[in-house]
Structures are given as C-alpha cells and as structure tokens.
C-alpha cells in the first residue's frame, strides 16, 4: 500500500499486530552525507518529557523496551521497532524521525537524497502494511519528521507526515520539547553527543512558533500558523483521474496571477511561486512558494481535465495539504458530494500577518458542466466561474486558454 502525505491508516485495528517495524532507507548523491535516524516518546500535548524517552544511535532503547532503534537491518539502512504493549501509558504518540548530520555546517540538505522510502511491516510476520516516500517537495532542510504512530481510541494508527525543518537535529529537540545547550545547537551535532545534556523544558503554549502542528481543518474553518521563508502545497487525491493543480496569486505589488502546469513559475522571479510539473495521473502535484514575504494571497485549486468526465472530488480523496517547513502541516479535506463540477477551490492562504500566516478550507465548486476558472481578487476575495476557460485537448492532451473571456 502506497501511503501520501498527510494520509492516515489503521495499524492494528483488525488485526493481531504486537509489533511494528519502521524501516527507512534512501540513496545519497553526496556519500559524505550522514542521515541518522530518531524517534520521539511524546505525551497528549506533543512533548517529549522525558531523556529516555529520545531514542537515536546514542540512546537505542526507551522506556521499557517499548522503541529499539538499529542501525542496520536487510534492506533497511536503519530501523525503528515499537512493541505497542510495552509503550508506556504517558506515551501517545511516536515520531519517527531523519537528520542530516552537521547539515547547515557542511552545506548538506535533503535536495541532495533520493528515493527515500518509510516502510512499515510487522514485526513478526515481515508482511508490509504500507510505504512513504517521505521526502518529496523538500530541498534546503535538514530535517525531517517523517511519520507518526499515534494511539486513537484504543488503537495505533500511523499519519505520514514528511515535513522539514532547517536546522537539523537540534531544531526537532526543541521543537519536541527538549533543551540542548547554546554550542550544541551551533555544531548541530545536539542531543547526539550526549543524553545528559539534553534536559525537560516547559511545554511550549500553543501559539508557540516551534510547535509541531498537524491539523486537518473542518469545513470552513481556518488556523494562523507561522510564516515561515518557504511554503509547499502540495495536491494529493487517491483515484488514477488527472488532476491539475492551480495557485492562484496576488503579490505585495497588487500583481494577480497565477501557477499552473501552462505556467510553473519560477524560484527566481516573481512571483516566486514553482509548480513542480503536471502529474499527468493519479498522485500529487506540488507547488513550492519561495518567498512567501512578497505574497498577500493564495487560493489552491484543482481542475479536473475533460477527458476524464465527470466525477465527485470527494470520491477521489483530494486534499490540499500546506507544510510551512516549520513543523507545521495544514490538510483540508473535501466535504461535500458534487459529481458535475469541473472546478473546487480548497484552501486559501491570507499571507498579510507580520509573523503569520492564515489558512483556510474554502471549498467551493463551480456550476454543473462551467469550465470557466474561479479568478482570486486584490483583496482576497475569490469568486468561482469568472474566469477564462482552461481545458486540455482530449485527443491530444494539448493545453489550451481562452484569456479573452
């Protein structure tokens, strides 16, 4: 099972699974690059309140043997192994974590790893339950929470996160809730050295900007998050439709546009905003906003291609979900059943805060059979059927635009 991002799924709801095995493995294009593999114990607020309780290649094993960590195991390049009955009862959730060694010092990030895969089996069977390419969309980061397990009502259940954080190992301790001394953070080598040098720290508040944050918004509803120096949203759905991914924009100089797959952008001029191609089938399409200080707003949308006829967006699973690279990660699912609309504006993002930023589910579709496009305005506000009519040439998959509609 081919596991996206921000997609949840059961563990042991159903079956007789005691133990988990999170194998990681990828391909460096730089082999002087050293990824190190971590997991966090967290309680209900997210925090790691424990030293036990931060398992990496110094420390291998928790709190009463519920998390091991290996260096090496078959095809694994390291291993994270949980037995749920011996988690301890302050414990809900596990993050599963990979660092770059001394990222920032070397000039290493994750642009320079390939093919990394989060692959989940049982333990005592070896039969797989689902795999991650948890490092899609990232580039400059050092860091990465690829997955969690987390307990719901009785049962484990893993949440493919796969969201990045600059500043390597040293910013996941203290985002986690941990406190590495003043050198230890410069080196990035922190909390790797020595256990005994990373102590509990007071949970953060809420609004604290390290807090880790994954929210699946409710219908219409919006939360303020950090504003960070690189956004990502990224379109997910889970049907082999062709979807096409549209940002639309309106920048500091009131200039209205957008990102689509007959326009990707560029990371080196305005509007800073790259499509990272057109997925042609079912999976992903993602667009990277480079500068989010020179935006006021986005609206996400996504289209769906005449020669794939009709059908509902929420049938197809589609979901927007907007990472900050700050560890935090916003997805906005579809609600409603609408099985005529070519178009479905998802989320908006209003970038006019100081220190942050504003997502919110919009969903809206356009009229049964209208292929104009919604069109987002200087203020902010959008509309749906407005604007050009956009379509791909069902015989030939040429693109094609109406601009004078």
Not at 78 to 85: A, N, P, T
Not at 269 to 293: C, F, M, N, W
Not at 294 to 302: D, G, K, R
Not at 337 to 358: C, R
Request: glycine share 8%; aromatic share 10%; with cysteine.
């Amino acid at each position: 099972m081919i596991i996206l991002k921000g997609q949840k799924i059961d563990i042991t709801k159903g079956k007789s699974i005691k133990d988990i095995s999170i194998g990681l493995t990828w391909h460096n294009i730089d082999p002087g690059i050293d990824i190190n593999v971590s997991a966090f114990l967290l309680n209900s607020n997210g925090i790691c309140m424990k030293d036990e309780d931060f398992i990496f290649y110094n420390q291998q094993t928790s709190r009463q043997g519920a998390v091991v960590h290996s260096e090496k195991a078959g095809s694994d390049r390291e291993l994270i192994r949980i037995s749920f009955g011996k988690v301890p009862q302050d414990i809900e959730k596990i993050a599963v974590t990979v660092t770059i060694h001394e990222g920032e010092t070397k000039g290493q990030a994750f642009a320079q790893v390939q093919d990394a895969l989060c692959r989940i089996y049982d333990s005592g069977s070896d039969e797989e339950i689902g795999r991650f390419n948890f490092i899609e969309g990232l580039q400059k980061e050092t860091a990465i929470v690829v997955g969690e397990m987390y307990i719901y009502k009785g049962e484990w259940k893993f949440n493919a996160v796969g969201s990045g954080f600059n500043g390597g190992l040293a910013a996941l301790v203290k985002n986690f809730g941990l406190e590495v001394t003043e050198a230890e953070a410069q080196a990035e080598t922190a909390a790797v050295n020595e256990v005994d040098e990373v102590t509990p720290k007071t949970p953060p508040e809420p609004s604290s900007p390290t807090q880790l944050l994954k929210v699946e918004l409710k219908k219409k509803g919006s939360i303020n998050i950090v504003k960070s120096e690189k956004v990502t949203a990224t379109l997910v759905w889970e049907t082999n439709k062709d979807l096409d991914l549209y940002c639309f924009y309106v920048t500091n100089d009131f200039e209205v546009g957008k990102i689509y797959y007959g326009n990707l952008g560029s990371p080196h001029s305005t509007p800073y905003i790259q499509l990272d191609g057109d997925a042609l089938e079912h999976g992903t399409e993602t667009i990277v906003i480079h500068r989010p200080k020179e935006l006021q707003f986005v609206l996400f949308a996504a289209y769906s291609a005449i020669s794939n006829g009709t059908g509902s967006f929420k049938s197809m699973k589609v979901r927007a979900v907007v990472d900050n690279h700050q560890g935090q990660v916003v997805s906005t699912f579809l609600h409603e059943k609408n099985d005529f609309a070519y178009w479905v504006a998802i989320a908006h993002i209003d970038f006019t805060g100081s220190n942050e930023m504003k997502v919110s589910h919009v969903e809206k579709y356009s009229r049964d059979g209208e292929e104009r496009s919604p069109l987002l305005y200087k203020d902010g506000s959008f509309k749906m059927d407005v604007g050009p009519i956009e379509f791909k040439n069902s015989s030939d998959d040429d693109y094609l635009l109406d601009d004078d509609l």
